[in-house]
């Protein structure tokens, strides 16, 4: 762990946050942990070798990924690296984390799933056609949604790696995903400058 920044020295591309930190995610390929509601900077995550993509995090970690193609997954409470995940070999631009359970999209066009404690890829989820822009998991852990440049959304069965539904109708990079579990609906933001509600089942 690097010592504390008080700020990042280059874009900042991502971040995420609760009720007691705030992490961003920066072109200058690290992570600054924010303490709430001070926004105190309390750590800087640095491993990667290329810009921080996207972030997420639980209880008791923070992941991240990155251009460089890995994923990195961090103690919440420590800060230290937990493991680095290599398998992709594209920019990882997204991941999810839900209970033991980390999926991640790639421009190399996969999904992968990924167990959180031992690091092991369980399940590629193969079907895009071009690289992947973004990725959703529902709340049980049953359902992934992604979208990127082949500008569909495929939604995927979790257990099995089936592709459940591929949704048509965007005209550009679809760019970002949110899976409403409980109303059983996907709302997508695409480059064609469309937002679409689409229905799950």
Same mark, same amino acid.
């Given at each position: 762990m690097d010592p504390i920044p008080q700020f990042h020295t280059a874009s900042v591309l991502c971040?995420?946050?609760?009720?007691? %930190?705030? !992490?961003?995610?920066?072109? +200058?390929?690290? @992570?600054i942990v924010w303490s709430l509601p001070s926004y105190t900077p309390i750590g800087r995550l640095s491993t990667h070798?290329?810009?921080?993509? +996207? %972030? @997420?995090?639980?209880?008791?970690?923070?992941?991240?990924?990155?251009?460089?193609?890995?994923?990195?997954?961090?103690d919440r409470d420590t800060r230290k690296l937990i493991r680095?995940?290599?398998?992709?070999?594209?920019? !990882?631009?997204?991941?999810?984390?839900?209970?033991?359970? %980390?999926?991640?999209?790639?421009?190399?066009? &996969?999904?992968? &799933?990924?167990?959180?404690?031992?690091?092991? @890829?369980i399940r590629e989820f193969k079907g895009h056609l071009r690289g992947l822009a973004c990725v959703q998991f529902s709340e049980d852990a049953k359902t992934i949604v992604s979208g990127g440049n082949d500008q569909d959304i495929?939604?995927? +069965?979790?257990?099995?790696?089936?592709? &459940?539904?591929?949704?048509?109708g965007h005209k550009d990079l679809v760019r970002t995903l949110h899976l409403d579990s409980r109303n059983r609906r996907? %709302?997508?933001?695409?480059?064609?400058? !469309? @937002?679409?509600?689409?229905?799950?089942?």
């Open positions: 971040l995420q946050f609760d009720d007691k %930190i705030l !992490v961003s995610g920066s072109s +200058d390929n690290t @992570c070798t290329a810009g921080v993509l +996207d %972030i @997420c995090f639980d209880e008791h970690h923070i992941v991240s990924c990155s251009k460089d193609t890995t994923i990195c997954i961090w680095q995940l290599k398998g992709h070999s594209g920019p !990882v631009n997204a991941v999810a984390i839900r209970g033991k359970q %980390i999926v991640s999209a790639s421009g190399d066009a &996969l999904v992968k &799933l990924w167990d959180l404690d031992t690091g092991e @890829c495929r939604v995927w +069965d979790a257990t099995t790696g089936n592709c &459940l539904k591929t949704l048509h996907i %709302i997508s933001g695409s480059y064609d400058a !469309v @937002c679409f509600p689409s229905t799950l089942s």
